[in-house]
Each structure stands twice: as structure tokens, then as C-alpha cells.
């Protein structure tokens, strides 16, 4: 789950960057709608935030493992 929120964050910036690039230099007409580049980025927020969740909690569960074992000895 984590390696999926990650690699659609990434991938919603990566598009969101092409699509700016596009509006810049006028290609790729047919997807510059601002609300396609708005959307993107509300993907990659929401993804990341999400990732970054999982990933603290995660780490806190370590810490109270290792804590355990700390005070098992």
C-alpha cells in the first residue's frame, strides 16, 4: 500500500510538471485545463500526506518494539 501511494504521488507530480511545461510552450493543448493541473497536485497532497502517515506510524510501532526489548534486558 505504501509503495502504491507512493509511486502515484510521484507519478501526479511528474504529470502535473508536464502539463505546466505544456501551457508554457503551448503543446499538448487538449490537457491544459487548469482544473486537470489542480486536481494533480490534490492527488499528490493527499497521497503524500497519506504515505508520510504510514510511514510515521509505522516507525512508532519500531520504537515501542525496541523500547520492549530495552527494557526486557
Known amino acids: 500500500m505504501k509503495k502504491a501511494l507512493k509511486i502515484t504521488s510521484t507519478v501526479s507530480i511528474l504529470l502535473f510538471g ?4 505544456a501551457s508554457k510552450f ?6 491544459q485545463s487548469p482544473e486537470i493541473r489542480n486536481l494533480l497536485v490534490l492527488v499528490y497532497l493527499i497521497t503524500s500526506l497519506k504515505y508520510f502517515q504510514m510511514s ?3 516507525k512508532d510501532a519500531e520504537i515501542k518494539e525496541l523500547k ?3 527494557e526486557e534486558k
Open 56 to 58: 510515521v506510524k509505522d
Open 26 to 31: 503551448d503543446f499538448l493543448t487538449a490537457y
Open 18 to 21: 508536464i502539463l505546466w511545461l
Open 68 to 70: 520492549l526489548k530495552l
